[in-house]
């Protein structure tokens, strides 16, 4: 008696399947081009951007961290159609606010009231 049996290529004749695009190579890593990044969320105190890659179907989306993703300008895009969604600051970042001169780091040269 036979429990096992080959599957078949594809359970459903006829259909055609997606060919997925083969990844470009940088520095021996595979690497797949953005499309669109369609959303950001902090997930374990890491952030992320949820990403469409190119010529893959909508089932392939992943949300990958944002240190991984290298499209300034999509990402760019994204903040201008959703300028109120999560963003990730970098250290450096948050340092230069402070030294922009518009924020008082002290407020003892204040004088003492009004």
Known sequence: M?????????????????????????????????????????????FQFLIKWKGFNREHNSWEMASDVKAPDLIAEYY???PATPRHIRQMDFDTLFKSGTIASRCSNLGGGV
């Open 2 to 46: 036979v429990k096992l049996s080959i599957a078949l290529d594809d359970p459903i004749p006829g259909r055609k399947l997606q060919a997925l695009p083969l990844p470009i190579v940088v520095n021996r890593e595979s690497e797949w081009e953005v499309e669109e990044i369609l959303d950001s969320r902090w997930h374990q105190r890491r």
């Open 80 to 82: 201008r159609k959703h």
